[in-house]
């Protein structure tokens, strides 16, 4: 299926959709507490919903947020829209302990979340309607869709519980209107860079049949004018009956077609980025691209009992990217650099495929009148298959000459690469409430992984070098956890005070990055050791009458082990599983609601990210990082918004995240000076019309923001800023 094909049917189900079923309501019987986290406990509302209680991420008991021992917050899909966000560092730019790294090696539809002070992508969970998205090898952001978005719920700390191994700094579970359900809503987008979108969703039909559509399509250009991506997606969901279960079918469908930019090489002398180079300066051969087609297909059925729900969940996702690639290789260029060096830069194709298998089936019952018990296991299968030519360009770094077509020379080696994993896990979770106001929650998960990886290497004179590898993990993870209101009452300016704490433990195998050149091989051969996590997280939440402002504390201690490390053993290349790093702080998060239709939100966080024990190499010589900061994470990061929105007439908001004084380098001697970021919006809401414009970056902030993991020793740099206006129908 090709992108056109993709378009043109989601351009006709977006103008088909207003017209198919105006004024028509979505279905009112709301779906059971316990249910996936697919489908949701509310039904769309009239006025602006700006908070949600229940939460669906962290347990299966469709407990209140307040109730959960963990460090969770939700941002609701009416909230984004108010604010005009438009991507995942807009959607979570107001909650606490998190900060969101736009574009990256992924592309520029792509973004990298950091959680708990840890900017690895990798090291986070990504759920899209409680599937995991990219599980088994590394999330897939840029799949991320915030049309018909009903919230976004996102879990600081490990998960290892009903996730596994996958779950390890962190969970976002972006979750949209269930079957039958919708923001019955389309809208028209055009921006900066030339910039167009337009998308839309309703609900088909209700009652016994519950179906609902959302699709997009969309243009978006960069500041660099050869980069940007068009993205076609669309999501059908069906829900009915069937026996005494309800049955509930997905499918979505994504193709993404990026132009990716690049990142930028800092300048050794300096320790900022290179001024010899433009900030637009897109390093990639003149081909470039990374073009995506994705698929998933979810089916779920849920069964009542006499004493519980018995849940099931199947899902399968496939993946193909096709991509042409070039970054400048910064150690066959030796610095200082001129306008006529001619750099080396590696150039890759690369044709890779992802097919995940995710199953799950539970049982949650009360199994006495204080202790609610949920058992199941689940399966998660990962097949990688990456086909990889390497070939060498040169690019004169005059900041206006572009490298030519890979085509234009012959590859220097292939690698075919292929890993399969298996995750199978036997879990149970419980609540005991031991009085009214304490609880405890616990859980555990045995784990059996198995993962096969086999490679064949040939260089450029034609030799092949094979390998085989097998690797198996039986590990016993799980999560202690308590909470305790110590403080309730029916009036007053505070009305509950919560007390929480929770500890856990889990790993993960060794992260892929899918990149062109064979990886450094583990010494004495095999994989990896997977990487463990201990983690304790404690902290308070109190709250005001009727949610007129909530206040959350919470501190947290992370430390990682089996770090992989760069070394040497006999002259070659190795890499061992020893390092260590540590991660520990205080999250902040407040909120306002001062009058109706006002909120401030308010976010302070202080962190402390050092590597431990943490022996690499560096230009080919031994170094201990210990007690050095880890690259791109502040001491203090800061932010603040405010945002007024009433069903009808004036809406704005405006909000500000602050970076501190960060690191470039784990040496710690580049050291990059603190920034802020502002994003802004207005708008007017007509009875049926909403017309807004927002503003992101406003201050054109293009400092440093993710490392590259393709590129050595280069950023990618803040989006710049840009300016969208939107037209919104609303036919509800």
Do not use: C
């Not at 969309?218 to 980069?227: I, K, N, P, V």
């Amino acid at each position: 299926m090709t992108f056109h094909n993709i378009a043109a049917a989601f351009a006709l189900i977006v103008m088909l959709v207003p017209a198919a079923t105006y004024g028509q309501r979505p279905a009112s019987s709301p779906q059971p507490p316990d249910e996936q986290a697919r489908s949701s406990s509310s039904s769309p509302p009239s006025p602006v919903t700006l908070q949600v209680d229940v939460q669906v991420t962290a347990t299966r008991f469709g407990e209140p947020v307040r109730e959960v021992p963990g460090a969770i917050s939700v941002v609701t899909g009416d909230e984004l829209r108010a604010r005009g966000a438009t991507d995942l560092r807009t959607a979570l730019a107001l909650l606490g302990g998190v900060s969101v790294a736009p574009g990256g090696d992924a592309g520029p539809a792509g973004a990298v979340p950091g959680l708990l002070g840890v900017r690895e992508v990798d090291d986070l969970l990504l759920l899209i309607d409680g599937i995991p998205a990219g599980g088994a090898f590394r999330p897939q952001v840029e799949a991320i869709s915030l049309n018909n978005v009903e919230r976004i719920e996102l879990l600081r700390g490990a998960a290892p519980v009903y996730f596994g191994t996958t779950a390890f700094a962190g969970t976002i579970n972006v979750i949209h209107y269930a079957a039958g359900r919708a923001d019955q809503a389309a809208s028209l987008r055009y921006g900066s860079y030339n910039s167009v979108a337009v998308g839309g969703a309703t609900v088909l039909s209700s009652g016994g049949v519950r179906q609902s559509i959302s699709a997009e399509l969309s243009d978006d250009g960069l500041s660099d004018e050869r980069a940007g991506y068009r993205r076609a997606q669309g999501t059908y969901r069906l829900a009915t009956q069937l026996g005494t279960g309800s049955l509930q079918a997905d499918l979505d469908v994504l193709g993404l077609r990026q132009r990716p930019n690049g990142p930028l090489p800092i300048d050794e002398a300096t320790g900022r980025f290179t001024t010899l180079l433009p900030m637009d300066f897109n390093q990639n051969p003149a081909d470039v691209r990374l073009d995506t087609d994705r698929y998933k297909v979810v089916l779920d059925y849920g069964v009542p009992l006499a004493f519980g729900r018995w849940g099931n969940t199947a899902a399968y996702t496939d993946t193909q990217t096709d991509s042409v690639r070039g970054f400048i290789d910064v150690g066959d260029t030796p610095q200082p650099w001129t306008a006529k060096t001619n750099a080396d830069l590696e150039s890759f194709r690369q044709s890779l495929r992802l097919h995940e298998l995710f199953v799950d089936s539970n049982l949650t019952t009360k199994v006495k009148r204080r202790v609610d018990l949920t058992t199941g296991i689940n399966l998660l299968l990962g097949r990688a298959e990456a086909d990889s030519a390497r070939h060498g360009l040169r690019l004169l770094l005059d900041g206006v000459s572009q490298a030519p077509d890979i085509d234009s020379v012959s590859p220097k080696g292939t690698v075919d690469f292929n890993d399969r994993r298996r995750f199978v896990g036997l879990y149970a979770q419980s609540r005991y409430e031991l009085t009214p106001r304490a609880s405890v929650l616990a859980g555990l998960r045995w784990n059996t992984t198995h993962e096969t990886r086999d490679e064949v290497r040939v260089n450029r004179t034609g030799v092949v070098t094979p390998s085989s590898t097998v690797q198996d993990v039986n590990r016993l993870t799980g999560s202690l956890g308590a909470g305790w209101r110590v403080w309730r009452a029916s009036r007053g300016p505070i009305t509950a005070v919560t007390l929480h704490a929770s500890a856990g433990y889990t790993f993960q195998p060794a992260q892929i990055e899918f990149g062109p050149n064979p990886e450094a091989m583990p010494e004495g051969g095999g994989l990896l050791t997977p990487e463990t996590q201990r983690s304790f997280v404690m902290g308070l939440n109190a709250d005001a009458p009727g949610g007129a402002a909530a206040l959350d504390i919470d501190g947290f201690f992370v430390d990682f082990y089996n770090q992989p490390v760069q070394a040497s053993a006999a002259g070659i290349a190795v890499l061992r599983s020893v390092g260590q790093q540590r991660y520990k702080g205080v999250d902040v998060q407040g909120t306002l609601r001062p009058a109706t239709g006002w909120s401030v939100k308010g976010t302070v966080t202080w962190s402390d990210a050092r590597y431990r024990d943490f022996l690499t190499e560096i230009d080919r010589a031994p170094i201990q990082l210990a007690g050095r900061r880890q690259v791109l994470t502040p001491s203090v990061r800061a932010g603040g918004g405010v945002f007024y929105a009433r069903e009808s007439g004036w809406r704005g908001s405006i909000a500000s995240n602050r970076v501190g004084v960060h690191w470039l380098n784990s040496l710690n001697t580049f050291e990059a000076p603190a920034y802020a970021v502002v994003d802004a919006s207005l708008g007017y809401r007509f009875e049926r019309f909403t017309l807004s414009i927002s503003g992101d970056n406003l201050g054109n902030r293009r400092d440093a923001v993710q490392l590259s993991e393709l590129g050595e020793g280069q950023f990618y740099p803040m989006t710049a800023r840009r300016v969208n206006a939107v037209l919104t129908w609303q036919y509800k």
